[in-house]
Antibody, heavy 120, light 106 residues
Framework: QVQLQESGPGLVKPSETLSLTCAVSGYSISSGYYWGWIRQPPGKGLEWIGNIYHSGSTYYNPSLKSRVTISVDTSKNQFSLRLSSVTAADTAVYYC?????????????WGQGTLVTVSS | DIQMTQSPSTLSASVGDRVTITCRASQSVSNWLAWYQQKPGKAPKLLIYKASSLESGVPSRFSGSGSGTEFTLTISSLQPDDFATYYCQQYNSYSSFGQGTKVEIK
């Protein structure tokens, strides 16, 4: 059974960098599939942030591209998100997830999500 | 960017009702469309992919149809467990989600 678990600070100051890690169990990232980050502001809808392949190939939401970096560590079977210059608008529940295939696919396994609040 | 628009935003229905949710894309996404169900405090759950393919383990009362720019999710007979928020997602060009449709008890 594939399981994903997000971790990282729950509180980030404005203008600083948000950093989260997604630990994957039950499946080796090196075996394939794309892995993604999605966020959801409180009471609002879902926003795709970006995807990464085990090779390090990435795709980012154009609206966030200048501030987002997604990386992968196959030795630890995890991938990470960095979002720079955060503001209150970046307050959200952040989810990591697996795409169904090695390309553009829907998301079939999700982490439980972690709330990140941007506040001084 | 492809914009996804769902209607209605909120839907009031009773157990046993047939429910239909519509999702429109700002340009064609072929059949690269998925539907998710989300309950409060939980991650979304994949229901339908490739517009009409039922994800494993999802009850057959859920069905999807459409192609191009217009899609529908139908619940043939609403059950108590189905009261939730539903999202469509296109994955034809990058990825984007609809704003959600909340199905509430009438």
């Amino acid at each position: 059974q594939v399981q994903l678990q997000e971790s990282g600070p729950g509180l980030v100051k404005p203008s600083e960098t948000l950093s989260l890690t997604c630990a994957v169990s039950g499946y080796s990232i090196s075996s394939g599939y794309y892995w993604g980050w999605i966020r959801q502001p409180p009471g609002k809808g879902l926003e795709w942030i970006g995807n990464i392949y085990h090779s390090g190939s990435t795709y980012y939401n154009p609206s966030l591209k200048s501030r987002v970096t997604i990386s992968v560590d196959t030795s630890k079977n995890q991938f990470s998100l960095r979002l720079s210059s955060v503001t209150a608008a970046d307050t959200a529940v952040y989810y990591c997830a697996r795409l169904m295939g090695s390309g553009w696919y829907p998301l079939d396994y999700w982490g439980q999500g972690t709330l990140v609040t941007v506040s001084s | 960017d492809i914009q996804m628009t769902q209607s209605p935003s909120t839907l009031s229905a009773s157990v046993g009702d047939r429910v239909t949710i519509t999702c429109r894309a700002s340009q064609s996404v072929s059949n690269w469309l998925a539907w998710y169900q989300q309950k409060p405090g939980k991650a979304p759950k994949l229901l339908i992919y490739k517009a009409s393919s039922l994800e494993s383990g999802v009850p057959s009362r859920f069905s999807g149809s459409g192609s191009g720019t217009e899609f529908t999710l139908t619940i043939s007979s609403l059950q108590p467990d189905d009261f939730a928020t539903y999202y469509c997602q296109q994955y034809n060009s990058y990825s984007s989600f609809g704003q959600g449709t909340k199905v509430e008890i009438k």
